[in-house]
């Protein structure tokens, strides 16, 4: 009776089982990594086209009002706007007298009136400049998660 010592077994050596899993866990972390940066954007996206419903809901209140925004108000511009996605919500209707810097908060659409879109302020890029614009104009603006920086679109 001879023993065959030369035989090879069928199973995964220790060093291709460790090579798979490190290779498995990279690509585990880098999908960990990107997901919340895309959720960011997509959220970003989604107050970007909030912001652009509200200002088109401006104009056509505007327009049914002797070309004006005056008494606007959340409720009002709500209810031209539609729905809007969960992402932001219309916090606030604000008539303005002089030129100034405004806060922009994350998920929540600010509206100037009148005025206008002016330049980034501060050193984080969450306030910015509206300048006092005609009857009809106003600053729509809120607070991009991804980039931290105030978004506003003029009408």
């Keep these: 009776m001879s023993i065959n010592l030369n035989r090879k077994g069928s199973g ?3 060093i291709e089982v460790v090579l798979v899993l490190a290779i498995a866990s990279i690509i585990f972390l880098l999908v960990f ?11 970003d996206t989604a107050r970007k086209n909030d912001v652009a419903r509200v200002s088109t809901a401006l104009v056509s209140y505007a327009g049914n009002n002797s070309g ?9 511009i709500g209810s031209y706007a539609g729905t809007i996605s969960t992402n932001s919500t219309i916090d606030s209707v604000n008539t303005i007298t002089a030129t100034g810097d405004k806060q922009a908060e994350i998920g929540k659409i600010k509206i100037y009136y009148p005025a206008k879109c002016g330049a980034l302020k501060s050193t984080d890029n969450t306030q910015i400049s509206v300048v006092l614009g005609t009857a009809a104009n106003a ?17």
């Design 68 to 76: 004006t925004l005056t008494g606007a108000s959340t409720t009002n």
């Design 139 to 155: 600053a729509v603006v809120t607070l991009l998660e991804g980039g931290n920086a105030a978004y506003c679109q003029s009408i």
């Design 12 to 14: 995964f050596t220790i």
């Design 33 to 43: 990594l990107a997901v919340p940066a895309l959720q960011a954007s997509q959220r």
